[in-house]
């Protein structure tokens, strides 16, 4: 509660943030959907007038699109599976008593500051190269035949490659809600006569779940709109097509914007709708 | 107090979290030791790890040959510039969010969030037609506002966050004690947040200094940070392992050392302070 | 001078109203308590004289000039807040020197100034430490030193001593009432402690529901409360308020009595009860009686010395020249 005088005064201070979100947000997105109507191709006639749904329907009728949607499927889920099981894990290992714990924590969170692009490289020549690769060296020292990951196993690959990435995100999450769980509940299960692998399942686990939601959805939004990974590494080939890059490949390589466009739409409204939950809980959390 | 934990269940336990930490550590070891290496030896079979021939020759020739430094300043202006902007605008926003709160500021602060969600792929291609149209393609200036304005939700909710942990009843003492508005945010806001900014401007310089969506599509010779730098050695002619693991290391270096400092704040500021 | 008028003075969070009309006058050099349960709206009417709400109709006057509109910090008012509000970053003799500083006074006259808050509330001491290396009431004297400097038209305290512990508290009072006697400046003090507005205040303002219950000094609040709601919130332990036919006997709806104006003996009186708990103070001892016949336990306070133990049966004596008389309408009747 406040004065009107610092009422207008807030009103004023805020209006730079709010003008200039609120054009970075209308503009494209008027831009989008006006081109996702019309055939628009730059290189090849330019804009040739309205077309209607005709680039929606060609966008979700096109063989490109099912696999498309695949993909990113696969990638998300698969990524949020590792990551989540994994960072549950290693937040409750992070936990326990032992020696250089925060050179670990370190060590560990380390591969989110590197950025995707080197992430993308290192991983695709130096580990996954099928002749120099440490992979290679590793599989030859066994006996086994190196393979080429990337086109051999390409989902499985892009999938280690963002989870490597995204498992510091969701480990340092989830350690941080473990670390705030009050230990007197532990205290109190532990006198009720409960194991420790019960005390995990009826009292870290419900405690983690708002955590591990949150990390859920944070990462659903990054993970839908993976871009430098695949750029760098497959290209789009091989069946790695997500969303994102069939879009941008739309767009950008075939200079069909009317036709990008309209993915564009699709993947925005796909974006929303998780971003809806997200909201939810975070606003739910903005009560108290 | 804590019961003592015997001596051997901590030594399993370090045990454990040592190895399993430096596996995850490895790529970025192993790329940091490959750095240090001559092109024969980084693709010898079998590889050695530490006894090899440590040359920094690779560091000489990959800022030869691509001219790192200005990529590397491209980088530091586009991650500095977009933050510092950022937060010059955010500041006075988050005031008046936590501490003039409406009824529409948790609806202002969510529709902020949810611009972050915006798809960058649904809006390539009129921000691309908007800098070619103004000029701004493949310019610095052009990419921290770009990155201002995505990171920009982010800024505001961390410093909001910060904001509402101090209490307004400082404000209100500065108010009463004659203090502007410009002096009560001067003098007693900004000093009492300097931990809270210091820590969003960290995060975000992360954020920016990452961002490879935009700065890859935007940029092409004048204005390409790092990332677009990385990204030329994908091509086969620049496939030549210690070199791109010097290139990696130079890349990664600055913004490694910055986010060990920062990995608290990072959890509030990607969580939106939803997990504290 | 420092004479505060609150005229037809209303406040409204959106629809609802939590201070109705309100007129009120406090004057200068008066050292006035505003007093009541939590969420009486106390604070927010010392807000709105401070000026860090907005009134929503009616107006405020300062030494008769209209202040409604006057931001804080041109009310020429000082406040000393429940947190004390200390801005952490700054030493004591920054925090102390900041309104001046605001206000662009010279170095030379600040310093002079800070010199003589300081020795006023020995804090000389430690002038140079940071808020958080200060005591509870230690702060407290930082937050009153930054307050004096300015030499307010008035001081307002808002809870100023509801985070300190006990024994501090009764030696911060002595304080500030002894600031008072030396400065003669208005003070207006917001408290819930009723033995805080006791022994302060020269004039207590009661408030319920934003409305003001009554406004005296404390012996005419002690002596003739107006109504029930005073009656029963000014004075400790409580006064036993008995309704029902001994009330009917006396001519009135509600009959209101203190612990100290009744006395308890073996026998003879014309009320008799059953003794419950017995507190025991020393000096005084009170009894809680059930059994008694009337609508509720009464509470009865003896000398430490009266000797009567649980489930005893005792004879309790009323003084009919101190009982108060309430009628239907919770009004004191005259």
Known sequence: MATKASRSAARLMMAPAVILLLGWMLVPLTMTLWFSFRRYLPLRGGDQGWTGFDNYVRFVTSSAFWPAVQATLVIVGGVLIITVCLGVLLAILLDQPMWGQGIVRVLVIAPFFVMPTVSALVWKNMFMDPVNGLFAHVWRFFGAEPLSWLSEASMPSIILIVSWQWLPFATLILLTAIQSLDSEQLEAAEMDGAPKLKQFWFIILPHLSRAITIVILIQTIFLLSIFAEIFVTTGGAFGTRTLTYLIFQRVLESQNVGLGSAGGVYAIILANIVALFLMRIVGKNLDN | ?276 | ?334
């Open chain 2, 1 to 276: 107090m804590a019961r003592t934990v015997t001596a051997r269940r901590k030594a399993i336990n370090t045990a454990i979290a040592w190895t399993i930490g430096l596996l995850i550590f490895f790529p970025i070891l192993w790329t940091i030791l490959t750095s240090f290496k001559t092109e024969a030896e980084a693709i010898a079979s079998p590889p050695s790890f530490l006894f090899f021939d440590w040359t920094l020759e690779n560091y000489a020739v990959v800022q030869e040959r691509s001219n790192y430094m200005r990529f590397l300043w491209n980088s530091v202006i586009i991650a500095v510039g977009s933050t510092i902007l950022g937060i010059i605008i955010a500041v006075p926003a988050a005031w008046s969010m936590a501490f003039v709160p409406s009824k529409r500021t948790k609806d202002i602060l969510l529709w902020m969030l949810s611009t972050k969600m915006l798809p960058a792929v649904g809006v390539l291609y009129p921000i691309y037609l908007i800098f070619i149209r103004m000029g701004i393609l493949d310019s610095r200036a052009g990419l921290v506002v770009v990155l201002m304005l995505i990171n920009l939700p982010i800024i505001v909710w961390m410093l909001y966050t910060y904001f509402k942990e101090i209490p307004g009843e400082i404000l209100e003492a500065a108010r009463m004690d004659g203090a502007t508005l410009k002096s009560e945010i001067l003098y007693v806001l900004t000093p009492m947040a300097i931990p809270g900014i210091a820590s969003t401007v960290l995060l975000n310089i992360i954020l920016a200094w990452n961002e490879a969506f935009w700065t890859l599509n935007l940029t092409a010779a004048n204005a390409a940070p790092l990332t677009a730098f990385i990204a030329s050695y994908s091509s086969p002619e620049g496939l030549f392992y210690a070199k791109l693991s010097a290139a990696s290391t130079m890349a990664i270096a600055p913004i490694l050392i910055l986010g060990w400092f920062s990995q608290k704040q990072l959890v509030r500021g990607l969580t939106f302070g939803a997990v504290k």
């Open chain 3, 1 to 334: 001078m420092g004479r505060i008028t609150l005229d037809k003075v209303t406040k409204s969070f959106g629809d609802v109203e939590v201070i109705p009309p309100l007129d009120l006058t406090i004057e200068d050099g008066e050292f006035t308590v505003f007093v009541g349960p939590s969420g009486c709206g106390k604070s927010t009417l010392l807000r709105l004289i401070a000026g860090l709400e907005d009134i929503t109709s009616g107006q405020i006057r300062i030494d008769g000039n209209d202040a409604t509109s006057v931001p804080p910090a041109r009310r020429g008012l000082a406040m000393v807040f429940q947190s004390y509000a200390l801005y952490p970053h700054m030493s004591v003799r920054k925090n102390i020197a900041f309104p001046l500083r605001m206000a662009k006074l010279d170095q030379a006259e600040i310093d002079r100034r800070v010199e003589g808050a300081a020795s006023v509330l020995n804090l000389a001491d430690y002038i140079d430490r940071k808020p958080g290396q200060l005591s509870g009431g230690q702060r407290q004297r930082v937050a009153i030193g930054r307050a004096i400097v300015r030499e307010p038209a008035a001081f307002l305290f808002d809870e100023p001593l509801s985070n300190l512990d006990a024994a501090l508290r009764v030696g911060m009072r002595l304080e500030i009432s002894e600031l008072h006697k030396r400065l003669e400046t208005t003070m207006i003090y917001v408290t819930h402690d009723q033995v805080e507005a006791m022994t302060m205040a020269d004039k207590i303002v009661v408030l319920r529901a934003g409305h003001i219950e009554q406004v005296g000094s404390p012996l005419e609040l002690y002596r003739t409360p107006r109504n029930l709601f005073v009656a029963g919130f000014i004075g400790s332990p409580r006064m036993n308020l008995i309704s029902g036919p001994e009330a009917e006997k006396h001519g009135c709806h509600t009959l209101g009595i203190r612990p100290e104006h009744i006395e308890v003996s073996a026998e003879g009186g014309p009320w008799s009860g059953v003794v419950g708990v017995s507190e025991h103070l020393g000096s005084d001892t009170f009894f809680h009686i059930h059994d008694t016949g009337l609508d509720e336990t009464i509470t009865v306070r003896a000398d430490g010395e009266v000797g009567f133990s649980h489930g005893d049966r005792v004879s309790l004596t009323p003084r009919e020249d101190v009982m108060h008389r309430f009628g239907a309408d919770g009004l004191r009747m005259a």
